[in-house]
């Protein structure tokens, strides 16, 4: 698992985006705060300078105005000019309060009428600036310790939280199939992953049931199935030895007996399918070639008397760990779909080291038709089979890792190529 798809680390990027959220908005709110703060300490400062340095102004015969680290005070009278005189960055500006740059300074500046004079009282920003910045590199590493301490609890509370559903799912790849019931060491706790628990354990045990079910209806099937045409190619078996049969009686007899014999072949392969997927080892040794030989003898009386040619190519013998029925169900479903459907023409089979491929001169087919194929019960306009053929060969070729693909054109033919892994 990548750990970016834990649910560990998504509960941890949670917390921390949520704990970055907060502290970022946390942050900002008190360095505004604080810097409206400070504008309004220094408009009160001026105010109050400007009030004093007001009523000096008026009761002292020598009023030199306030000229300090921080503040400094110039008036204008009815004349512009002057000792006192402003300088000209905010000599025109009208009563109120401003953040003014003079020179290479910044100031807040107020401005107020009074007794007929105009007062400029500047306060100097540069340290208020330095500690408005202190104050954000502070809150800038408030945000950070935040947001780890915010990661750090997710993960831990992550931990904690999910642990159960860890040791629920260390548990749940752990039982085999045949296990009868599901552990819950640890697990049975009245609680959201208790109850998750419990219900496994209901499923497992219906799912144990129903494969029990599935078991007994195989072995029946097996039986009740194998018996009937087991008496069937007996009977056969006896007719065939009948030198009193006429050759057209014969033939029949020995259609009889393919047909029994594929039904028995279908049987055993349907209960292969059936089994839980093998190891690959577990297969027989299956020569390709003898099985596509098999299936043309077996299948080309299906050409009858419609003008069809058959062409082998063996490039390659491959064998494949494979069992013989299932190899042989593709091949001859894939076969018996191109003799039905064409009247005239070529059926090539091709075989090749790693991959085997039919193609045929018939019908063809369109797009529409062949995204829909393998589905079950799909049949085309022209088929008059149950469309389970090539549903059978997908799960087949699924079931070994085959891959199948189909190229067709209508009134061009058809190739399907069964790439083996």
Known sequence: MRPSSSLRFR???VFAAFGALLSILLSVGLYFTAQQIGHKLMDEALQAQLLDSAER???DAIFLPPNTVSIKAYFLSGEEGGHYAPPPEISKLVPGSYNVKVGTLDYRVLVADKNGFRYFMLFDTDRQHKREKNFFHFLAYFALLMTLASAAGG???ALRVISPLSRLAVQLGQTQPGDSQLSLEGLGRDDEVGELARTFARYQQRMQEFIRRENYFTADVSHELRTPIAIVLGTVEVLEQDETLTPKQRERVTR???????MADLTSALLLLSREQRLRTDENLCYVSDVVQACVDKHKHLIGNRVIRLELEFIDEPY???ERPLLEIVIANLLRNAFFNMQSGV????????????SDTGCGMSQEVQEHIFERHFKGAASSGAGVGLSLVKRICDRYGWRISVASEPGQGTSIEVAFA
């Open 256 to 262: 009889i007996r393919r047909a029994a014999q594929d």
């Open 57 to 59: 102004h008026m009761t």
């Open 320 to 322: 494949l760990n494979v």
């Open 11 to 13: 509960v941890a990027a």
């Open 347 to 358: 059926v090539s089979l091709r075989l090749e080291a790693r991959r085997f491929v039919l």
């Open 155 to 157: 993960f831990w509370l």
